[in-house]
């Protein structure tokens, strides 16, 4: 069974600044995709960014990027230039591209990310 | 807006009552899943569906049930409430395949006492 780690319960930055969270994961398969979800005090979750494993190219998406290791199995959430709006939990979740369990999410049990003014 | 709706958002319940949280699709999704959100836990899937009429069993299935007669529906019962069952509830839903993301609901925060 697949499984995520997030070794970091919180983390803080500062406005502006940049700030890394770090996720791996276990698995025995060739074929995924990597996700980053942020999950605001509203409760909603809003995905961030998604990797193809078969992609070497690390997604980016305005001030995200990610720095994806596949030998390493490790998943980094880089978020440059922090704002105020994005102190929220964040969850990094893993999805087979085998289509067992629904192609179900397993995800991590979330950084909490606090960014001072 | 399309996207997926929760109802209700919050509820208390007594320890053996029963309920129903409802979760409503309207992006034609095939997949449809519940997940339970705890501290430091992170999202566990409760039961997921991959079509209209089938359900299964997801890791944390025990004390719930749920039914897909309807493939922009996706009930989860709870027949009778314990403390531990005190969670955050997520519906979510899919296209087929591994490379989508999910949509999910806005969730129910559902304490039992």
């Known amino acids: 069974a697949q499984t995520v780690t997030q070794s970091q319960p919180e983390m803080s930055v500062q406005e502006a600044e940049t700030v890394t969270l770090s996720c791996t994961y276990d698995t025995s398969e060739s074929d995924y995709y990597l996700f980053w979800y942020k999950q605001p005090p509203s409760r909603q979750m809003i995905l961030v960014i998604r990797q193809e494993a078969y992609k070497q190219q690390n997604a980016t998406e305005n001030r995200f990027s990610v720095n994806f290791q596949k030998a390493a199995k490790s998943f980094s959430l880089k978020i440059s230039d922090s704002q105020l709006g994005d102190a929220a939990m964040y969850f990094c979740a893993y999805r087979s591209a085998r289509g067992e369990y629904g192609n179900k999410l397993v995800f991590g049990a979330g950084t909490i990310l606090r960014v001072k003014s | 807006n399309a996207g997926v709706t929760q109802t209700p958002k919050f509820r208390v319940l007594k320890t053996g009552q029963s309920m129903t949280l409802l979760c409503a699709q309207d992006?034609?999704?095939?997949?449809m899943y519940w997940y339970r959100q705890d501290p430091g836990m992170g999202l566990r899937l409760i039961h997921y569906?991959?079509?209209?009429?089938?359900?299964a069993k997801g890791e944390v299935p025990d004390g719930y049930n749920v039914s897909r007669l309807k493939k922009q529906n996706f009930l989860l019962g709870l027949e009778s409430a314990a403390p531990s069952q005190t969670s955050v509830y997520f519906c979510a839903s899919s296209w087929t395949g591994g490379g989508y993301g999910y949509t999910f609901g806005s969730g129910t925060r559902l304490t039992v006492v």
């Open positions: 569906s991959v079509g209209e009429g089938t359900t």
């Open positions: 992006m034609n999704h095939e997949y």
